[in-house]
């Protein structure tokens, strides 16, 4: 299967929509991060809420270790390890973590405060290598001016 991967034009609505979440704040879940000590637990709160939700549909719960293992398959791990540690090391705190739960699949935002950064200028490799590789889609709230980028994951 060819990957989705980045998608610049995506929005949140549309990704919304795409779960099967008909209101932004149904079955929402948002993390605030003052810290960069609070952002480990933070990750594992993500990783428990939706392994609790989704438990039936996966053929194995997701686990922030797996990124640690070189497991590409678990696209939740890489993407909160990728995404988060890019932020925490280019923004300023507080940080978010925001998740959108539906039908079909799910939406996670890592969200800076204050600072933007062009997402057009990602190069490949290195940590946003995986975000090229991702089966599911990768975007953000604005491709030129980002602060948030999210993951939309939808059960196949």
């Known amino acids: 299967m060819m990957p989705v991967a980045v998608n610049p ?3 949140l609505a549309e990704a919304l929509i795409n779960i099967g979440n008909s209101i932004e704040k149904e079955q929402y879940a948002e993390l605030v ?10 990750l594992w709160e993500i990783v428990d809420m939706l ?10 719960p997701f686990d922030l270790y797996n990124w640690m293992n070189h497991n590409r398959e678990d696209e939740v791990a890489y993407f909160l390890n990728e ?7 280019h923004a300023e705190f507080p940080l978010t973590i925001q998740l959108w739960m539906g039908k079909k699949g799910f939406i996670i935002a890592v969200k800076q405060a204050r600072k933007s950064f062009n997402a057009a200028e990602i190069a490949p490799g290195g ?24 993951l939309e994951y939808l059960f196949r």
């Open 33 to 42: 991060m003052p810290t960069a000590q609070d952002f480990q637990d933070r």
């Open 127 to 150: 940590g946003f290598a995986f975000f090229n590789e991702c089966k599911n889609s990768i975007f953000w709230d604005d491709f030129l001016q980002a602060k948030i980028v999210y």
């Open 9 to 11: 034009s995506k929005t």
């Open 83 to 89: 995404a988060s540690s890019n932020v925490i090391n």
């Open 51 to 60: 392994n609790e939700q989704y438990s039936q549909l996966l053929s194995s």
